[in-house]
């Protein structure tokens, strides 16, 4: 038995792999904010007891969090402190002096993490060689940790100028800080980010340190949890580059974990694509508090090494996602000038939606498609929570449908598609800005609210195809099943690429492959299971930004990086410069465990598709006697016209007229618009006729 569960801002996820039996079995319940944990051990329970197993059966457990990003946007980390370089102490004040938005005065940069006065300098200089300048002033260091210690700091931050070249004063610093503060949290810069750019390194590490001790905490109780049940494993932890990693590296680095639940989303999605046949996919996860996108091409997902978290750099190697506060729990208002808006902030878990009756009183999303019949008004999640219709009707009516002359269903229509509009801009950001034809794609909506606005976003952005998985609502979850374990690696130097200086390059991409086959053997990996990527960021002498050029396997061969660098210049720039002088400056490597991967056999019904019950439902024209479905009747090869609505635990997927619908082998939902299912149909036609010719 293997189980993986998402912990998300609305709902935890769960999906259970028999191995055995092949099967696959998905679960959610509300996310219990004050302790997490809490949701997970019920929800772990509440999965066994339901398919008759124990804990002690479960030889994988795999956890995807949103914690430590919400920590960061809440700013409920705890207490820190910087010890830094003399002169140093406003490196994360100044940033990078770029405005967030250019010609809007109202908008101010986020105050640090790490207030001034907890910003503390020692004497210490290391050169951009790695040189000592001037030695480590260890009597300053013991003084600004009795200073921190008189401020009831519970994290400590080091962070030296240069530190990624020579680490030696940040590691002494950290030993006589432990020394006297042996409760805090401490950590270092080049131990959570070893790369160039001070503002970066240094905001990640302070990051790090803040949100550490509540990351501690909060395993702690998730051990405890799993060990009352009974479960005999440790939790692997998904980071934010698609990877797990052990607890004890979540301890130490806690920042990895700002993306963890969409990356595993990302994974699931890419590996469910793939077995599809369709390798060129926007993923579309909309939950109940937010919506993030990414692009998939070629079966491989986008990848960054810095984002913002809540207004502050966060720079680690991460799946590449977009995310808008665009969920079911979003919250729907008028501005001053009596504008409709819906979101960014959300009604969470609690209270939660209207409908829920949990004590909320702002109309959300959710609370419009209840109105509309297009979510269940009786029940959600296969009937264990029931909604109350007629309190989301009277939120709208008083907050948005009254002020604005509205019929409630108007109200309703227009808070979706403006969110439809908002998660529409978030798609095209990472595929039409960046120069791909978002209309070559095909959609892939998951969590609890993506194939509810699946269609509506589809039309928004000219594509034509959508791939709802089996219970997207936990795609989350069960991508963690699909995920390896892995490390990230870097060292920093920023070095001509000429073939004298390649060897030096060389040396680090063979010293990180050695201490990636170490941590592998901790991990207790099998050699024949083992996958080492490498990655070079560089760019043209004189350029301030770099793209990453991934090495083939092999020993590192200079001119093939060279070409590849050329490519991976034109294809993120649209030019490359013959004969300009290349830079290098990190060398990076992925250390992969392979994981068996889960392949499930689809259990669905049989004969032709029969409707569970009917109801009106109002699409965009009005309301419609429509049929409802249950997914798990669907027999592979079935197909349906819109309008349609399937229901299934985790999720609901609509489908409009002019839209048609068929299941593939593995179970998922193939939507795409009449004119091309019609096309396909025409083609397919003609290459069974081509094949009976020649025959």
């Known amino acids: 038995m293997r189980i993986g ?37 019920a929800g772990v329970t509440a999965l066994l007891r339901r398919h008759g197993f124990e804990a002690d059966a479960l030889r994988f457990i795999g956890h995807g969090t949103t914690i430590a990003t919400n920590m960061v946007i809440e700013r409920r980390g705890v207490p820190t402190g910087l010890i830094t370089t003399q002169g140093f102490r406003d490196v994360l004040e100044i940033g990078r002096q770029v405005r ?20 503390l300098e020692v004497p210490e200089r290391i050169d951009a060689t790695g040189a000592i300048l001037r030695p480590l002033d260890e009597a300053a260091v013991a003084a600004a940790a009795e200073t921190l210690a008189s401020q009831n700091v519970q994290a400590v931050a080091i962070c030296f100028l240069h530190a990624y070249l020579n680490d030696a004063h940040e590691r002494r610093a950290a030993e006589i800080v432990r020394a006297r503060l042996p409760e805090a949290f401490v950590c270092t810069s080049s131990e959570v980010l070893p790369e160039f750019r001070e503002y970066e390194r240094f905001s990640t590490a302070a990051i790090n340190a803040t949100i550490g001790p509540r990351m501690e905490r909060y395993l702690d109780r998730l051990l ?35 993306l963890s639940g969409p990356a595993a989303g990302v994974v699931g999605a890419a590996e469910v694509a793939r077995q599809a046949g369709i390798p060129d996919v926007v993923t579309f996860d909309a939950g109940g508090t937010s919506t993030d996108v990414s692009l998939i091409q070629e079966g491989t997902p986008a990848f960054a090494t810095a984002r913002l978290v809540a207004d502050y750099p966060v720079r680690t190697p991460m799946v590449d996602v977009h995310v808008i506060g665009a969920g079911g729990g979003s919250i729907a208002w008028l501005d001053d000038a009596g504008a409709l808006k819906v979101g960014p902030h959300s009604a969470g878990a609690d209270p939660g939606p209207v409908a829920y009756g949990r004590g909320g009183t702002a109309p959300t999303l959710t609370d419009a498609n209840i109105v509309l019949h297009r979510l269940d008004p009786m029940a959600l999640l296969g009937g264990r929570m029931a909604v109350d219709e007629a309190a989301a009707r009277r939120a709208i009516d008083t907050a948005i449908a009254r002020p604005l002359g509205l019929s409630v269903e108007a109200a309703a229509l227009g808070m979706i598609h403006i969110a439809v509009a908002n998660m529409s801009r978030a798609i095209r950001s990472v595929s039409t800005e960046k120069g791909h034809d978002v209309g070559a794609f095909a959609l892939f909506p998951y969590g609890g609210a993506g194939p509810l606005h699946a269609v509506p976003v589809a039309m928004e952005c000219g594509i034509t195809r959508v791939l709802v998985p089996v219970e997207p609502g936990t795609l989350c979850a069960r991508g963690i099943l699909l995920s390896d374990v892995s490390l990230d690696l870097v060292r920093s130097e920023i070095m001509p690429a000429t073939e004298a200086a ?62 590849g660098f050329a490519a991976a210049h034109r294809r993120e720039y649209g030019y490359a410069i013959d004969g300009h002088a290349v830079e290098i400056v990190n060398c990076r490597l992925k250390a992969v465990g392979l994981v068996d991967r889960p392949s499930p056999r689809f259990t669905g019904g049989s004969g032709a598709p029969q409707p569970r019950s009917r109801r009106q439902v109002h699409f965009d024209d009005g309301w419609h006697d429509t049929p409802i479905y249950d997914r798990a009747t669907l027999a592979v090869g079935a197909s349906l016209a819109g309008p349609a609505v399937i229901d299934e635990m985790s999720a609901t997927t609509v489908l409009p007229a002019g839209w048609t619908l068929r299941v ?14 019609s096309a396909s149909g025409d083609a397919a036609h003609r290459e069974t006729v081509s094949r009976e010719t020649a025959a």
């Open 664 to 677: 593939d082998a593995a179970g998922n939902l193939i939507l795409e618009t009449a004119a091309r299912s």
């Open 100 to 119: 967030p938005h250019l010609y809007d005065y109202t908008v101010r940069t986020p105050e640090p993490l790490i207030p001034r006065e907890r910003r």
């Open 224 to 258: 405890g949890r799993l060990a009352g049940l009974g479960a005999a494993v440790a939790p692997y932890t998904i980071h934010s580059n698609g990877g797990l990693m052990s607890v004890e590296t979540v301890r130490r680095f806690p920042v990895r974990t700002c």
């Open 502 to 563: 390649w060897p030096r390059a060389a040396a680090y991409l063979a010293a990180m492959e050695e201490t990636g086959r170490a941590w592998l053997d901790t991990e207790r990996i099998p050699a024949e299971r083992r996958r080492f990527d490498r990655v070079i960021d560089a760019r043209y002498k004189g350029q301030n930004h770099e793209v990453q050029v991934r090495l083939p396997d092999g020993p590192p061969d200079r001119a093939a990086f060279l070409d």
């Open 5 to 41: 569960f998402d912990v998300g801002g609305t709902f935890t996820d769960f999906t259970l792999h028999d191995t055995d039996a092949g099967a696959l079995h998905h679960f959610k319940l509300p996310t219990t904010p004050a302790d997490p944990s809490e949701a997970i051990a």
